[in-house]
Nanobody
């Protein structure tokens, strides 16, 4: 069965950096687009970034564009999110999600359990 396990969250100061990882198993990682989404306290789920199955294209929400970088290690079955210039408003539970086709990062059929990111001084 599909398993997505996020890690790398924690406490960071404003302006700091964190790198999230998502270990994928139970499916052919190289065949599906992947995404990162987040849910802040008291708010709905927000999709932040997506990447094609082969890594050839990426997408970012305006809120993270220029600060976050999504990437994938196909051989290692791992999705990453490098987060720089963190802001308090980036505080949220971050999820990785499996897309339904190689180039569909806006529709998902599997989620991880999430990793908490807290940005505070």
């Amino acid at each position: 069965q599909v398993q997505l396990v996020e890690s790398g969250g924690g406490l960071a100061q404003p302006g700091g950096s964190l790198r999230l990882s998502c270990a994928a198993s139970g499916f052919t990682f190289s065949s599906y687009a992947m995404s990162w989404a987040r849910q802040a306290p008291g708010k709905g789920l927000e999709w932040e970034s997506g990447i094609y199955s082969d890594g050839s294209d990426t997408y970012y929400a305006d809120s993270v564009k220029g600060r976050f970088t999504i990437s994938r290690d196909i051989a290692g079955n791992t999705l990453y999110l490098q987060m720089n210039s963190l802001k308090p408003e980036d505080t949220a539970l971050y999820y990785c999600a499996k897309g339904v086709t190689p180039r569909t990062w806006t529709m998902f059929d599997s989620w991880g359990q999430g990793t908490q990111v807290t940005v505070s001084s």
